[in-house]
């Protein structure tokens, strides 16, 4: 990159970790990103919904002991600039100078969808990062050949695999590389088959991880085909895509991209117009959600971008100034992907265009990192109530079971701070922290959400479940969602061993 280049790439890095830092302000923790950071506290080889890397990135995270959402969005946010840093990498590889840079810079800035994807602790924005820099080394090897470079692409799909099994849809695209003699030959004389056994050794441990718990990803993705992903169609996917990375991309980037594959004459670009298909069917055909075509199309933008700079901008380069000013205007959408604006201000300026009526609700708030603060501060004020009401030798041995493991992880996250007991969960990847044998005291405080019927779930393995306390929420998104009860639970039925061996199969319920 030469000196104006890098202050491009500078300038649109710097507005997106503002924004960034911007919803940081704004928000609490969103519901998932609660059991990641738990995971730092339990480094292994595998958990039950996702690969361990992110454990690692947790426990450095948790190394500053600190409940703040800054600190624990820190690595999202150093993704989020890798991710720019990539994607400028790739334009300028493919032969893009300062005006496809700028364009491809601001598309990423300006689609919602990769506002709040790159903002949450969760493997998502991790599987971002890697699968655009595996494809940049991809776009490399084809067009050189060289041999560091597929090991480059080996080492860092590894990476990406322990990092979110999507991954594997990239991989997959990569086969493409072995429809065309000319890289069909370079793989078998580079004797690439040592590249997969060196990507099968380093993920073996997780896999071996996986079949000694029975394989608990594929019971989690047969509950979620069942509660979700068979409800989707391709039509449903396609218009959420359509919308969520913002319809002026998906106009003025994303078609022109396609445009560049069918026009180009470099070979080399054919074999990633074939990876790109391949990967892209692979997911529609296995009805994934919009979020998980983020990365494809991240790697789409730099071909739309150059597009405009080899086709256009060269035979007239005034084009570029409407281009770009109808590209900012797209820049209208960044509060419907990100907390940008405070609460009450989101619902003045933005609620009205995606309201959701919820019987029961005041507002149906789409993301729940608006109002997940005042939420969780209600809610574990409760619980810290009910607990210092229990008689002084009940304390001492109480313990929280929580329904959900966002319970458990905001449990584990806020103990010190509200002086409580210890929580435990058989939801997710908390079965596997659960204890594993000894008596059940004597009083247990529970919760789910739930009113005080919800006492149901947990009257199988208790003599008596008594609802004390009901936590209403008027920005909940469903209505099962709109309470949660606190629950006195007394003379268990059966100890530690037993329960846990009653939730092995629901687990992800």
Same mark, same amino acid.
């Given at each position: 990159?030469?000196?104006?280049?890098?202050?491009?790439?500078?300038?649109?890095?710097?507005?997106?970790?503002?924004?960034?830092?911007?919803?940081?302000?704004?928000?609490?923790?969103?519901?998932?990103?609660?059991?990641?950071?738990?995971?730092?506290?339990?480094?292994?080889?595998?958990?039950?919904?996702?690969?361990?890397?992110?454990?690692?990135?947790?426990?450095?995270?948790?190394? *500053? %002991?600190?409940?703040?959402? =800054?600190?624990?969005?820190?690595?999202?946010?150093?993704?989020?600039?890798?991710?720019?840093?990539?994607?400028?990498?790739?334009?300028?590889?493919?032969?893009?100078?300062?005006?496809?840079?700028?364009?491809?810079?601001?598309?990423?800035?300006?689609?919602?969808? =990769?506002?709040?994807?790159?903002?949450?602790?969760?493997?998502?924005?991790?599987?971002?990062?890697?699968?655009?820099? %595996?494809?940049?080394?991809?776009?490399?090897?084809?067009?050189?050949?060289?041999?560091? %470079?597929?090991?480059?692409?080996?080492?860092?799909?590894?990476?990406?695999?322990?990092?979110?099994?999507?991954?594997?849809?990239?991989?997959?695209?990569?086969?493409?590389?072995?429809?065309?003699?000319?890289?069909?030959?370079?793989?078998?004389?580079?004797?690439?088959?040592?590249?997969?056994?060196?990507?099968?050794?380093?993920?073996?441990?997780?896999?071996?991880?996986?079949?000694?718990? %029975?394989?608990?990803?594929?019971?989690?993705?047969?509950?979620?085909?069942?509660?979700?992903?068979?409800?989707?169609?391709?039509? +449903?996917?396609?218009?959420?895509?359509?919308?969520?990375?913002?319809?002026?991309?998906?106009?003025?980037?994303?078609?022109?991209?396609?445009?560049?594959?069918?026009?180009?004459?470099?070979?080399?670009?054919?074999?990633?117009?074939?990876?790109?298909?391949?990967?892209?069917?692979?997911?529609?055909?296995?009805?994934?959600?919009?979020?998980?075509?983020?990365?494809?199309?991240?790697?789409?933008?730099?071909?739309?971008?150059?597009?405009?700079?080899?086709?256009? *901008?060269?035979?007239?380069?005034?084009?570029?100034?409407?281009?770009?000013?109808?590209?900012? *205007?797209?820049?209208?959408?960044?509060?419907?992907?990100?907390?940008?604006?405070?609460?009450?201000?989101?619902?003045?300026?933005?609620?009205?265009? +995606?309201?959701?009526?919820?019987?029961?609700?005041?507002?149906?708030?789409? =993301?729940?990192?608006?109002?997940?603060?005042?939420?969780?501060?209600?809610?574990?004020?409760?619980?810290?109530?009910?607990?210092?009401?229990?008689?002084?030798?009940?304390?001492?041995?109480?313990?929280?079971?929580?329904?959900?493991?966002?319970?458990?992880?905001?449990?584990?996250?806020?103990?010190?701070?509200?002086?409580?007991?210890?929580?435990?969960?058989?939801?997710?990847? =908390?079965?596997?922290?659960?204890?594993?044998?000894?008596?059940?005291?004597?009083?247990?405080?529970?919760?789910? +959400?739930?009113?005080?019927?919800?006492?149901?779930?947990? +009257?199988?393995?208790?003599?008596?479940?008594?609802?004390?306390?009901?936590?209403?929420?008027?920005?909940?998104?469903?209505?099962?969602?709109?309470?949660?009860?606190?629950?006195?639970?007394?003379?268990?039925?059966?100890?530690?061993?037993?329960?846990?061996?009653?939730?092995?199969?629901?687990?992800?319920?």
């Amino acid at each position: 990159m030469d000196r104006q280049t890098k202050l491009i790439v500078f300038f649109f890095c710097l507005i997106k970790l503002s924004l960034h830092l911007i919803a940081d302000y704004h928000s609490g923790f969103q519901g998932d990103e609660l059991i990641h950071i738990e995971t730092g506290n339990h480094l292994a080889f595998g958990y039950m919904e996702f690969p361990p890397l992110i454990s690692i990135v947790a426990f450095i995270q948790n190394v *500053f %002991n600190s409940d703040s959402v =800054f600190v624990h969005h820190l690595f999202p946010h150093l993704c989020s600039i890798l991710i720019m840093f990539y994607v400028a990498k790739i334009v300028l590889f493919l032969g893009g100078k300062e005006k496809a840079l700028i364009l491809a810079l601001l598309a990423i800035i300006i689609a919602p969808g =990769f506002e709040r994807s790159q903002q949450l602790f969760q493997p998502v924005v991790f599987s971002q990062l890697f699968w655009t820099i %595996n494809f940049y080394y991809f776009l490399v090897y084809s067009k050189t050949l060289e041999n560091k %470079n597929l090991w480059l692409l080996t080492i860092f799909s590894i990476i990406g695999f322990l990092f979110k099994y999507d991954s594997l849809f990239f991989i997959f695209g990569l086969s493409g590389l072995l429809f065309f003699k000319k890289t069909r030959n370079a793989l078998i004389q580079q004797k690439f088959w040592k590249n997969i056994l060196v990507f099968l050794l380093a993920i073996s441990p997780n896999i071996l991880w996986q079949f000694q718990n %029975n394989f608990p990803f594929f019971q989690m993705m047969h509950r979620l085909k069942e509660t979700q992903l068979e409800k989707l169609n391709s039509a +449903e996917i396609i218009t959420d895509l359509f919308i969520s990375i913002n319809p002026l991309n998906s106009i003025f980037i994303l078609l022109p991209a396609i445009l560049f594959f069918i026009l180009t004459k470099e070979k080399f670009l054919k074999i990633i117009g074939v990876g790109v298909l391949l990967s892209f069917m692979a997911l529609l055909i296995n009805k994934g959600k919009a979020y998980y075509f983020y990365p494809i199309i991240l790697t789409l933008i730099p071909f739309g971008a150059v597009f405009w700079q080899i086709f256009v *901008f060269n035979k007239k380069r005034w084009i570029f100034y409407p281009l770009t000013i109808i590209l900012l *205007f797209g820049a209208i959408l960044i509060p419907f992907g990100m907390p940008v604006y405070s609460l009450n201000k989101y619902i003045q300026r933005v609620y009205p265009y +995606e309201k959701l009526e919820i019987d029961g609700g005041s507002y149906g708030i789409k =993301f729940d990192e608006y109002y997940s603060g005042q939420k969780w501060e209600k809610t574990l004020s409760a619980i810290k109530t009910v607990y210092d009401s229990l008689p002084s030798n009940e304390k001492t041995e109480a313990l929280i079971w929580a329904k959900h493991y966002s319970q458990a992880g905001i449990l584990k996250l806020k103990k010190e701070k509200y002086n409580l007991p210890n929580a435990f969960s058989y939801h997710g990847s =908390f079965y596997i922290w659960s204890p594993n044998q000894g008596e059940i005291p004597k009083t247990i405080i529970a919760f789910r +959400e739930s009113k005080e019927d919800g006492k149901s779930f947990f +009257e199988p393995y208790f003599e008596s479940v008594i609802p004390v306390k009901t936590i209403y929420n008027s920005y909940a998104k469903k209505e099962d969602e709109l309470y949660q009860t606190i629950f006195i639970c007394k003379q268990p039925k059966q100890d530690f061993k037993q329960l846990k061996q009653q939730f092995s199969k629901r687990i992800f319920e």
